[in-house]
């Protein structure tokens, strides 16, 4: 059984920066792309940036591109977030989940963590 666990949420000023990690157990780490999504207070979840297995491919969100970076440590099973010049509207849930693809689409994902919250304070 895969579990998926995240960690590194938590209150921040705007501009400040926060890191994400997303903990995976299981053999199919490697195997699997890794994506974080976002789910703030009455609003649909949203892809936020994918990783290829091997690291060599990502992809993020028009919306924090340039200010937040995915990043995977294969050897830890670890997927992490690096996330500078934070804004009030990046206050979400942020999950982290695993896919057999590389995409933006939730659907797609079939293990997910239970979420860390991330309050970004004007």
């Known amino acids: 059984q895969v579990q998926v666990i995240e960690s590194g949420g938590g209150f921040v000023q705007a501009g400040g920066s926060l890191k994400l990690s997303c903990a995976a157990s299981?053999?199919?780490?490697?195997?699997?792309?890794m994506a974080w999504f976002r789910q703030a207070p009455g609003k649909e979840r949203e892809f936020v940036a994918v990783?290829?297995?091997?690291?060599?491919?990502?992809y993020y969100a028009d919306s924090i591109k340039g200010r937040l970076t995915i990043s995977r440590d294969n050897a830890e099973n670890t997927v992490f977030l690096q996330m500078t010049n934070l804004k009030p509207e990046d206050t979400a849930v942020y999950y982290c989940?695993?896919?057999?693809?590389?995409?933006?689409?939730?659907?797609?994902?079939?293990?997910w963590g239970q979420g860390t919250q991330v309050t970004v304070s004007s």
């Open positions: 989940a695993l896919s057999p693809i590389v995409s933006r689409n939730p659907e797609n994902y079939d293990y």
């Open positions: 299981g053999r199919t780490f490697s195997n699997r792309a």
């Open positions: 990783i290829d297995r091997t690291g060599g491919i990502t």
